[in-house]
């Protein structure tokens, strides 16, 4: 049993920051890739940022320059500091996860539940 706990987001004013977490717990042999993807209302799902068990960070060019993403590969959770924060950045934010569990020793991608950021202008 594998569950990403995602915590952090909430109620912004343009150019303020938010900072998200996400720990992931259960039978976790490795964490490969961790990552934040968003949907706001009436649009599909996108990647925020994501970053592998080597430190590689990935960006939205939405938001590069804006966000950091990191990661504690101690206690497999993943950050995104997001700063100067925008209106149009107001979505639900869900982590994301490719673990390789135990006993399987085999790949899955799992999702948190969500937290809402919303940014007032």
């Known amino acids: 049993q594998v569950q990403l706990e995602e915590s952090g987001g909430g109620l912004q004013q343009a150019g303020g920051s938010l900072r998200l977490s996400c720990a992931a717990s259960?039978?976790?042999?490795?964490?490969?890739?961790m990552g934040w993807y968003r949907q706001a209302p009436g649009k599909q799902r996108e990647l925020v940022a994501s970053i592998t068990t080597g430190g590689t960070a990935t960006y939205s060019g939405d938001v590069r320059g804006r966000f950091t993403i990191s990661r504690d590969s101690a206690k497999n959770t993943v950050y995104l500091q997001m700063n100067s924060l925008k209106p149009e950045d107001t979505a639900v934010y869900y982590c994301n996860a490719r673990l390789i569990v135990r006993p399987e020793y085999k790949m899955y991608e799992y999702w948190g539940q969500g937290t809402q950021v919303t940014v007032s202008s």
């Open positions: 259960g039978s976790i042999f490795s964490v490969p890739a």
